[in-house]
C-alpha cells in the first residue's frame, strides 16, 4: 500500500461513471441515478475535477488530486510535478463540502501561487 498524502492519485482515479442514452425519459435517469450514485463520492469527483480544470490540467499534464472527508470537512490534497520529477508543489485545502467546485479552485490558486504556475508553463511550452 502506498500512503496517499505522499503518493496522490490523478484526478479522479477509482470513481466509476455510469451511462444511459440521451433518449431515456428524464425520469427514469433520475429513478435510476437516485439508486446508483453516492453522494459523498460525488462531492469528492466535483472538488478534483474543479481543481484539475481551473489548472487546465489533462491526460499529459502530472497534475494529481484527491478529495476526502475528513472531521465532517471536505479535504482536498493535490498538486503538479514537472515532468522530469524534479519539482513538485502539493498543497492542502481543507472547506465545506457544500461547495466542492470553490474548494477545488481555492487549492488550485494556491498551488499557482506557490509556484505551479512556473511548472505548468514548462510543461505547456514543451508539449507544444
Given at each position: 500500500e502506498l500512503p496517499t498524502d505522499t503518493f496522490t492519485p490523478a484526478v479522479g482515479q477509482g470513481a466509476l461513471a455510469i451511462e444511459?442514452?440521451?433518449?431515456?425519459?428524464?425520469?427514469?435517469?433520475?429513478?435510476?441515478?437516485?439508486?446508483?450514485?453516492?453522494?459523498?463520492?460525488?462531492?469528492?469527483?466535483?472538488?478534483?475535477?474543479?481543481?484539475?480544470?481551473?489548472?487546465?490540467?489533462?491526460?499529459?499534464v502530472p497534475v494529481f488530486g484527491l478529495a476526502t472527508f475528513e472531521n465532517g470537512e471536505l479535504q482536498l490534497n493535490g498538486g503538479v510535478v514537472s515532468l522530469n520529477g524534479k519539482r513538485m508543489i502539493r498543497e492542502i485545502e481543507t472547506g465545506k463540502s457544500s461547495d466542492p467546485i470553490g474548494l477545488g479552485y481555492q487549492l488550485a490558486k494556491k498551488v499557482v501561487e506557490a509556484g505551479g504556475e512556473e511548472i505548468l508553463s514548462e510543461i505547456r511550452k514543451r508539449l507544444a
Open positions: 444511459c442514452l440521451s433518449k431515456m425519459s428524464a425520469d427514469l435517469k433520475k429513478q435510476i441515478r437516485k439508486q446508483l450514485n453516492h453522494a459523498q463520492t460525488e462531492t469528492c469527483l466535483l472538488a478534483e475535477r474543479a481543481f484539475l480544470q481551473k489548472l487546465q490540467g489533462g491526460c499529459s
